[in-house]
């Protein structure tokens, strides 16, 4: 007996699961031929934006800022802020390879939770709780993607880092709030306006692509995008929604959302979209992406990947697979699968990049 008072709970589970099976994905893909898969596409882009509310927002002129900049082996690394929409700044690292004006391919390197924002994935390993993060997960994939020679930019998503609200900026008496994030108080705080998390990160890495596709350093026309876990999913979001990604790769968020999210249901409230789930899975989110490439990695003992394991994976990368084959781009599709948990592995994704942006 679980309970010392009760002997019988009456849950919810059965009839959440029902109206997933009855209500979801209903703009699922299923499009045959380039064409209608275009058209799928734009349609879906509309619903899509529209769910994660990107209506409510407004641009501002980005007002850059310069904050710093630190010479590093093969790199510099500058520190800038932006504003992206009124009241709302977006502080990031950009880093440059030798610090040199050559044009060059951009990829932005979002983050996802326990990351301390830009911190761990720029590899600010001179901040002693930051390297537990990096260690465990792989994190510092900004530095990687520069020293193969990308221009490459990590931001703050909105509540972590330099942008934690109130009650979550207190990391010197309590050291454990430098990787914490404030999803929880920004989705308490906007979704009863019909914002949501997503839509923040979502808004707000748009407009940085807006402000770094004008540095006379970066080649406009070769854009990718790359990140682990809440960086995967800031990852799959803006590639579906903004052309302007040629490249994606997705690590550690790529599943099946009745298992990974609805079962699991104590994950981060950045996961709540209200009505996300009654017009797409991941896979058909992926499916917005093609024929521009995409990777999506994952890890064998991610746990997840929900109670089917790989199969919750591959239930998805079948949907998007189909996508990029009914625009003759089945090349431009890859799904690696490597032994450990969740983390960034990146044996494969570097190369992607550079061979999908041209740099060699």
């Known amino acids: 007996m679980p309970s010392a008072h009760v002997q019988k709970f009456y849950t919810s589970e059965l009839a959440l699961e029902r109206q997933f099976h009855e209500r979801g994905a209903k703009l699922r893909f299923s499009a045959k031929g380039a064409k209608a898969s275009a058209a799928w596409q734009k349609r879906a882009r509309a619903v899509f934006a529209k769910v994660l509310g990107l209506q409510h927002f407004k641009r501002v002129p980005p007002r850059p800022v310069r904050v710093d900049s630190v010479k590093l082996d093969g790199a510099v690394r500058e520190e800038w802020r932006i504003q992206t929409e009124r009241d709302v700044w977006m502080p990031y690292y950009l880093f440059v390879p030798n610090g040199g004006t050559e044009k060059r391919p951009l990829v932005l390197a979002p983050h996802g939770h326990g990351s301390g924002g830009k911190l761990a994935v720029a590899g600010r390993r001179d901040i002693p709780q930051i390297v537990a993060a990096i260690e465990r997960y792989n994190y510092e994939y900004a530095p990687q993607l520069a020293r193969a020679g990308f221009i490459t930019a990590c931001p703050d998503a909105r509540g972590f880092g330099e942008r934690r609200e109130p009650s979550k900026q207190h990391d010197r008496e309590?050291?454990?709030?430098?990787?914490a994030s404030s999803c929880h108080e920004l989705l308490l705080a906007g979704a009863p306006l019909g914002l949501t998390v997503q839509g923040m990160w979502t808004w707000d890495l748009m407009r940085l692509l807006d402000h770094l596709e004008k540095d006379p350093r970066v080649d406009a026309q070769r854009i990718g995008c790359a990140g682990l876990s809440g960086g995967g999913l800031q990852t799959l979001n803006l590639a579906a929604l903004d052309t302007r990604v040629k490249a994606a790769v997705v690590s550690g968020y790529f599943y099946g959302f009745r298992e990974s999210l609805q079962v699991m249901n104590g994950n981060c409230m950045c996961n709540l979209v209200p009505g996300l789930w009654e017009h797409f899975d991941a896979g058909d989110i992926g499916a917005m992406v093609a024929p521009r490439g995409l990777l999506i990695e994952t890890g064998e003992k991610?746990?997840?990947?929900?109670?089917?394991?790989?199969?919750?994976?591959?239930?998805q990368t079948a949907i998007t697979r189909k996508a990029f084959a009914q625009f003759g781009a089945a090349a431009q599709f890859e799904h690696v699968v490597f032994s450990?948990?969740?983390?960034w592995d990146g044996a494969r994704a570097v190369e992607f990049l550079r061979e999908q942006l041209g740099l060699r």
């Open 302 to 315: 991610d746990p997840l990947n929900g109670a089917s394991k790989l199969k919750n994976v591959t239930s």
């Open 174 to 179: 309590h050291p454990e709030q430098l990787t």
């Open 340 to 343: 450990g948990a969740h983390r």
